[in-house]
T-cell receptor
């Protein structure tokens, strides 16, 4: 069983819509949760981190964590073509020393 | 502040040849990671260093892969001999210990093609 599971997509949304990206993880001992964005041919960059149950908002991005369901999501409001990228869900264990990445969800935002 | 620097960006070699990748982490970052990312997949850990000590190399294929981080700064990842299945992007990442946000800072990666 993989540590982190994501739907590979592609997820296509029109410009201005809300994009919803989902992720599940297998280990209830996972401590911290992250969303990285990766443009084609580029390296991953952190866009959101969340450590406790509930929602965390940062600009157009909202991360949601439900530890009971072992579920993490990322909402992107007012999606822009520049948001088109692969979004990697990652979980950390062992006091931020062990990171596991999902295979990523490709998002296409159509103008 | 300079980011994580990796070289070369691209490398094409024939199978059974050796190859080496170099990484210079962000200044002051004690933790350094080497990841391998296959096409359409997420990064997978190869090795983690705390300063000059390799503290997690459980996923490093030690028959052909080796790594070092002399003086706890720059790091080199070597593959000898390379196999077709080694074609991937090799990502270096660094992490500060001073602020435990969990953020990894990635370099641009070294894309390896084995023919």
């Amino acid at each position: 069983q993989k540590e982190v599971e994501q739907n590979s997509g592609p997820l296509s949304v029109p410009e201005g819509a809300i994009a919803s990206l989902n992720c599940t993880y297998s280990d209830r001992g996972s401590q911290s949760f992250f969303w990285y964005r990766q443009y084609s041919g580029k390296s991953p960059e952190l866009i959101m981190s969340i450590y406790s149950n509930g929602d965390k908002e940062d600009g157009r991005f909202t991360a949601q964590l439900n530890k009971a369901s072992q579920y993490v999501s990322l909402l992107i409001r007012d999606s822009q073509p520049s948001d088109s990228a692969t979004y990697l869900c990652a979980v950390a264990k062992n006091n931020f020393n062990k990171f596991y990445f999902g295979s990523g969800t490709k998002l296409n935002v159509k103008p | 502040e300079a980011g994580v620097v990796q070289s070369p960006r691209y490398k094409i070699i024939e199978k059974k040849q050796p190859v080496a990748f170099w990484c210079n982490p962000i200044s002051g970052h004690n933790t350094l990671y080497w990841y391998r990312q296959n096409l359409g997949q997420g990064p997978e850990l190869l090795i983690r260093y705390e300063n000059e000590e390799a503290v997690d190399d459980s996923q490093l294929p030690k028959d052909r892969f080796s790594a070092e981080r002399l003086k706890g700064v720059d790091s080199t990842l070597k593959i000898q001999p390379a196999e077709l299945g080694d074609s991937a992007v090799y990502l270096c990442a660094s992490q500060t210990q001073g602020k435990r946000t969990g953020e990894l800072f990635f370099g641009e990666g070294s894309r390896l093609t084995v023919l």
